[in-house]
């Protein structure tokens, strides 16, 4: 069973082709890595498929609904969640009240309370429950990124978009990430995410798709797709850091 299918997706922005017919499937349960080379497409497309960007061709469907035209709010109650390449907290709201804002748009309706309450539960999810009722402008870097993943957690997704939640994170942190990650996908939510860390990609994902200048590239498993000459040449000369 599929349960997201992007289907010819084309974005563009005034003269810029960002997408161009791009198709990619994703099961269940399943990890997949999606890279590409700067400016390739990758955040585009996860835009596209949460709905924060309107697709200008192409059809987008998740569990046998089309959702091409549907709003971001109405994806997220589907069960679509993302994180943000760079980290959008609200920073007047304590970090608790930040997943807790989150639930409250969920797939469920949920009281203050009880939005509260699952917040605090996601962040021990994450490793950041001692921060629960912090500052925002006292996390890490690091912390901010798995306040991303616990924000979107906690919309109770059946498919997470992660844009670079391990980007700028040292060694321990990555394994960490990849940790949490993997973990997903123990409780059945299909991972879609964007690294530039190929080590990281090839570890866990079950599958991968390469995009380059907007175009499918190559897809596969990770060995596959790693030793894909195109794949390879495409690279080149980039800031791949396998
Ligand atoms: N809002 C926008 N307006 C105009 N052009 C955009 C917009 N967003 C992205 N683009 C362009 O679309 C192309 C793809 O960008 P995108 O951010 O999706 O790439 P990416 O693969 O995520 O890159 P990176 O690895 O640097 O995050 C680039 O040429 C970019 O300049
Ligand atoms: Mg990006």
Do not use: W
Request: with cysteine; hydrophobic share 40%.
């Amino acid at each position: 069973m599929t349960m997201l299918k992007c289907v010819d997706v084309t974005k563009r922005f005034g003269g810029v082709t960002a997408l161009h017919q791009v198709g990619i499937e994703v099961s269940p349960g399943e990890i997949v890595g999606l890279v590409g080379p700067n400016g390739s497409g990758k955040t585009t497309l996860l835009s596209c498929i949460a709905g924060s960007l309107p697709v200008t061709a192409g059809r987008i469907e998740f569990v046998d609904r089309e959702i091409t035209r549907s709003s971001p709010h109405h994806r997220a109650k589907l069960g679509i969640a993302r994180t943000f390449q760079v980290p959008r907290p609200l920073d007047s709201f304590t970090v608790v009240e930040n997943v807790a804002t989150s639930c409250m748009f969920g797939r469920d309706r949920m009281s203050r309370t009880a939005a509260l309450a699952r917040g605090r539960e996601v962040l021990d999810r994450v490793g950041l429950g001692r921060h629960a009722d912090g500052e925002i402008g006292a996390l890490t870097l690091h912390e901010r990124k798995f306040l991303e993943i616990a924000r979107a957690l906690a919309l109770d997704p059946k498919l997470i978009l992660l844009d670079e939640v391990l980007g700028g994170l040292n060694p321990k942190e990555t394994d960490e990430g990849m940790e949490l990650i993997a973990s997903l996908r123990d409780d059945g939510v299909a991972v879609v995410y964007i690294e530039h860390n190929v080590r990281a990609v090839a570890s866990l994902a079950d599958r991968m798709y390469v995009l380059n200048r907007g175009r499918n590239l190559a897809t596969g498993t990770p060995e596959k797709v790693l030793a894909d000459p195109a794949v390879i040449a495409a690279y080149l000369g980039g800031d791949v850091d396998a």
